[in-house]
Each structure stands twice: as C-alpha cells, then as structure tokens.
C-alpha cells in the first residue's frame, strides 16, 4: 500500500474534475492556490511487480569540477650578496672556527633525528583502522529530539501489505491497541479500488499477523483494522488543533516498501483543503490537512506524523505531484496529514460500530463568480435552511476561516464535529448566521 494519485491502476496521477455540485459539504474545485493541472498524489504504493520493468529512468546530471593545482611555495629564501674577504689572518681564523661549529652542530643534530628516529617508529604507523571501537556508540538521544521520537514510537509503526487478484500494494499503520488494532488510510486497505485481498501486517520486532478490516470511511480516507496479534505497542495520541506553523515534526512509514523510515521537518501550514481524490476517482475525499515539509513518499500513507514529544498529531495521507507524467511522484516537500483531532473521532466510530459519521452542513455548493462557496440547493430541514441559509447565498467565512471555494468550505465543516455551534458570513451584505452542524452516515 503505497501513496498513489486516486487512479485505480496507480499508474498516472489523477487528471483534474471539471467542475461540478457537491452535497452536504463535499466540494468539488482543487485546492486553493494550487494549478488545476498539478494534482496531489495519494501515497499509496504499488507492488514492484505491477510497476514497468522498462520505465525510463531520468538520465544523472554530473557536474566535474575543476581539477586543484599543487601547490607551489612562493619562490623560497634567497641568499644574499657574499660579503668581502677579511682582511687579517685573525678574522680568518675567527670565522673558520665559526663554520666548523656550525657543520658539527648539523652533524650531530642529524645523527640525534636518525637515532630518535630508529628508537620512536616500529616499522607499522598507527591509523585510525588500527584503533579500538568504543565500548559503545557514543550518541544519546536528548529529550525532544528526532532520535528519542524514533525510539518511541518506531515500535508502533505496521507495515501494511495487500495483495488482491488484480495486483497489490503497501502502506503504513499505527497500533491503536496491544491487541492488535491499527488505524490506516481507507486507500491503503481500498488498495486504490483494487477490491479486497490478503491484507498482512509487518510489525517492528519481526512479527507478521494477516489482517481483518474492521470498519472504512472514504470521505475521511481513514480505516480501522486488527491484526490476530497481541504484545504491542500503542501509540500516544496529540492534539493537532493547537499546533503552531512551524512546529518541528517526525514522520514514520514504509515509503516504497523501506519500513521504519524516519524523516523530520515542520508544520508547514494548517487547514489546507486537499482533495486527495476517492474510490477509483469516482468520490472525492476534501481533507482540512496539516502541511509539512518532511519527506512522505509513495507508502508513508497511514504512517503517524509526530510531534517532539513523540505524541502523533497526524495520519499522512497525500502528497503533492508537480506533474502529470510520473510513475510513482516523490516528495517535493509539500506533503499532508489529515489532523488526530479528526482521526482520533472517526477511529473511535470505526472501531466501535464499523462505520463513521460526516460532519455536515446540509447544503449543495459550487463554484461562484467570486471566491466563496455558492449555495445552490439546501437540505430540507437540515443545520443550513435552520440557519437562514438560502439557495444562492455566496459562503465567505466560517468563524474566522476564509472560504475561498467549495472546497474550502468542505474542510471547514469537516474539521468539526457533529454538534459544534460555527458562524457563517454571506457575501450579501456580510450577513453572518449562526449553524449548528449535525452528523450524516457516511
């Protein structure tokens, strides 16, 4: 299970929807500020023997950079001019003496070095191959830092792999409980419309177990399953509405099947609307994601993004894909992770009935002349007609939220939870209403 566009084949990232309506808080335009023609990738990995073994590798840019010159001394003393001959037989004297103290000075202190020499070398020089090892390995991980976050929660991290009759995959997973129970990307297990198969579980300490899917939610692109299992290690789980930009972050995964890969950078960016596409491309899945920089490739997908006291504030769930043309996209440093206080709610239905609610706001959006969310149909009944929300009305904030566009809205509402009172303003006259969200079966 790796991280792949939506596409059901993996093979092409996904090509852009036209434009259409969205109901009950499923919005139907990419992301804000992102070029219609660059599609974000799921990464979700497929299996090494569906990938072509004829795909062209890109040709390596060698730089050869200038061979250094020897270096020369600059020029060296030079002698000066010979003085006159001395004119008495006593100066001559004097000054022979001189020089033959000086050729007895050189002798001896050569015969000193060559003796000092012979005592001091035995004929093998010491080299660092020669030397010891320690006792042990001198590094220590300090309190918050990357190596002490890997040591924690390394033992947590599952391989997922899947194997269906039309191919496979592989992905990642975090241990929710000792017995066996792991949360997921729904496209992992989904094995991107592939149907279902063998499902196995890779845990750190050797260990495989096969695994049952317990419950999936595809708007939310999250799933439980168990593995026939006990003795593990369950994560901590964080918060992630008060985390900051620019907080230091740690991901763990199986990116292209490598598990217990650990990578660090930072949150990039917070309520990111990212459609990171459904079931074989024919539902969208619109996530309120944390952006980061560090590295989540292709089979990071459901492996945790960590905070630095090794709590998880994430599922990684999609990366970015500057083109349309790649087998398998790599990171670019814009990858995303749908937030733990969503994942944490949907896990816990997942687990408890199979199944998971979707916050709502009951309405049908598109895409209006100006940015916002254009209203064109409201649920009869439902949190919107109870509000004052009327068909036409353009959406342009929740709370303190901007809504750029229908997707912007429909991670706005999903970022709550059914039962949270927000604040919406209509573009017409800025008239704010106040809503209260309720939960739909997804």
């Known amino acids: 299970m790796t991280d792949h566009t939506p596409d059901s084949s993996g093979a ?50 060698t730089q050869q950079f200038p061979q250094s010159q020897p270096w020369s001394a600059g020029g060296g003393y030079t002698a000066a001019a010979p003085m006159g001959h001395p004119r008495n037989r006593r100066g001559g004297l004097i000054a022979g003496a001189v020089g033959l103290a000086l050729v007895a000075g050189l002798v001896g202190g050569g015969v000193g070095g060559f003796v000092g020499y012979q005592l001091g070398d035995d004929g093998s020089g010491i080299t660092s191959l020669n030397q010891p090892p320690p006792a042990r390995s001198a590094s220590t991980a300090p309190q918050g830092s990357v190596q002490q976050v890997a040591d924690k929660l390394l033992p947590s991290v599952v391989q997922l792999q899947l194997v269906t009759s039309r191919g496979g995959g592989e992905g990642s997973g975090i241990v929710l409980s000792s017995d066996g129970y792991i949360l997921t990307n729904n496209h992992v297990v989904d094995g991107e419309g592939q149907g279902t198969g063998r499902l196995t579980a890779l845990f750190h300490d050797n260990r495989s177990a096969p695994v049952q899917v317990i419950g999936t939610d595809p708007k939310s692109d999250l799933a439980v399953v168990k593995a026939d299992i006990t003795g593990l290690t369950p994560v901590e789980l964080g918060r992630s509405d008060d985390l900051p930009v620019g907080a230091p972050v740690v991901a763990i995964g199986s990116p292209f099947g490598l598990s217990g890969t650990v990578t660090s950078g930072i949150i990039s960016a917070k309520d990111r609307p990212v459609r990171a596409g459904g079931e074989s491309g024919s539902e969208d899945t619109v996530l309120n994601a944390l952006q980061t920089d560090a590295a989540i490739n292709p089979g990071n997908s459901g492996g945790p993004l960590v905070d630095m006291d090794g709590r998880v504030v994430g599922i990684n769930s999609a990366i970015y894909s500057p083109g349309s043309g790649q087998q398998q996209a790599g990171s ?28 709502t706001l009951g309405v049908t959006i598109g895409a209006g002349q100006q940015p916002g969310a254009l209203v064109r149909d409201v649920v009869p009944g439902g949190p919107a007609e109870q509000a004052g929300i009327r068909p036409g009305d353009l959406i342009t904030m929740v709370d303190d939220r901007a809504i750029q566009d229908p997707d912007s809205l429909v991670a706005a509402v999903r970022s709550h939870a059914p039962g949270d009172r927000v604040r919406i303003t209509i573009a017409d006259g800025n008239r704010t209403v106040d809503a209260t969200l309720i939960g739909q079966q997804g």
């Open 332 to 359: 670019v440093g814009l990858g995303f992770a749908i937030p733990i206080d969503q994942a944490r709610r949907i896990a816990t239905e997942l687990k408890d009935t199979g199944s998971a609610t979707q916050t």
């Open 12 to 61: 092409q990232p996904e090509e852009p929807k036209p434009q259409a309506s969205s109901a009950a808080g499923a919005g139907d335009t990419p992301p804000a500020g992102v070029p219609p023609q660059q599609p974000y990738q799921q990464p979700y990995q497929q299996s090494p023997y569906q990938q072509s073994t004829e795909q062209q590798q890109p040709p390596h840019s």
